[in-house]
């Protein structure tokens, strides 16, 4: 979450949970060049995170 991905160990962690199986999310305000996410998200995270935390907490809660 915001960060460039460019600085180890910390830009490696997305490689590794994506090798484990795990759906990866960039969520960052620059484009990034980035191709070890499934998703790529140019915003911010103080904006982004709230509405989807709240989108993840609906589907739990209607069993989805």
Known sequence: IGTSGQV???A???????????????INPHKTD????DLQIEQ????????????LIGRKNKGS
């Open 12 to 26: 490696s962690y997305a490689v590794m949970a994506k090798k484990q199986g795990a759906i990866t999310i960039e």
């Open 8 to 10: 180890y160990p910390a």
């Open 44 to 55: 911010s995270a103080s904006k982004v995170l709230p509405e989807l935390v709240s989108f």
């Open 34 to 37: 980035s191709r070890h996410f």
